[in-house]
C-alpha cells in the first residue's frame, strides 16, 4: 500500500488532529464503535470546535469519514462503526467490524494483539476464520482462503475473501474489468502491516 491516506500530511498535521486521530484509532477497537463527542471532550480536554476542526481536517486526509447524517465520526480506516462482513475479534473477547478483507490485517499491528478475523467467502457465503497470532497468519479455515485486493487505498468494497481460487475465478468471470489484485493470506498481511506502519508513523506511536 502506497499511503493509507489520500494525500501526505505533507503541511504537517496539528497536535489537535494527531491527539483526535490517536484517541479515535485507539478506542475503536476497544468500544466496537468510535467514541462520542463527550467522551472525546473529556480525554482530550480538547473543546468541540477544536475537535470538529480535527475531524473535518483528517477527513480531508481520507484518515476518517464523518457521517454526513450526525456530522459525526463515521468509518476511521480500518474500522466500521456497522456490521461488516468482516469482523476482528481480540482474546479479550472485543470485537470490531472492519472495512475490508486487507483492512483486517491492519489491526494486530496498529492495537499489538492477536487477533481471530472472521469474514465469508464473497462468492458462496461459506463461514472463514483466520487466526494471526506473533503478526503471523498461524491458523485459517478453510485453508485455501484468499484475498482480491482492489488496491484501493480506501473505500474498499470489492476487497473479500474468498474460500478458493475457484470460487475467486468465478466471481471474477462475473465481474470482468474489476482492477484488483488476488493475494496469499501472507501478502495480505504484509500489506496490512505497511499501511499501519505509515499510520503509525504519522502518530508519532
Ligand atoms: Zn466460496
Redesign the pocket.
Known amino acids: 500500500m502506497e499511503s493509507p491516506f489520500s494525500q501526505p500530511f505533507a503541511d504537517g498535521p496539528t497536535e489537535p488532529m494527531l491527539s483526535v486521530y490517536r484517541y479515535v484509532l485507539e478506542t475503536f477497537p476497544m468500544l466496537g464503535r468510535a467514541p462520542t463527542l463527550a467522551e472525546t471532550k473529556r480525554n482530550l480536554g480538547l473543546d468541540e470546535r477544536a475537535i470538529a476542526d480535527a475531524l473535518k481536517s483528517l477527513e480531508e486526509y481520507d484518515a476518517l469519514k464523518l457521517d454526513p447524517a450526525t456530522g459525526w465520526i463515521g468509518d476511521a480506516y480500518p474500522y466500521s462503526p456497522s456490521e461488516t462482513r468482516h469482523e476482528v475479534v481480540f482474546r479479550s473477547g472485543k470485537r470490531v467490524y472492519c472495512m475490508c478483507a486487507i483492512d483486517c490485517f491492519y489491526v494486530p499491528f496498529l492495537t499489538g494483539s492477536d487477533v481471530t478475523i472472521y469474514s465469508t467467502?464473497?462468492?458462496?457465503?461459506?463461514a472463514i476464520e483466520i487466526q494471526v497470532a506473533g503478526q503471523k497468519v498461524l491458523v485459517v479455515e478453510p485453508s485455501s482462503t484468499l484475498v482480491w485486493d482492489s488496491d484501493a487505498p480506501y473505500d474498499c468494497p470489492t476487497t473479500n475473501f474468498?474460500?478458493?481460487e475457484a470460487?475467486l475465478r468465478e466471481w471474477r468471470d462475473r465481474t470482468p474489468g474489476e482492477p484488483g489484485t488476488a493475494r496469499s493470506l501472507d501478502g495480505a498481511l504484509e500489506r496490512g502491516r505497511a499501511a499501519a506502519v505509515q499510520i503509525r508513523r504519522v502518530l508519532g506511536v
Open positions: 467467502c464473497h462468492l458462496c457465503e461459506r474468498f474460500c478458493c470460487h
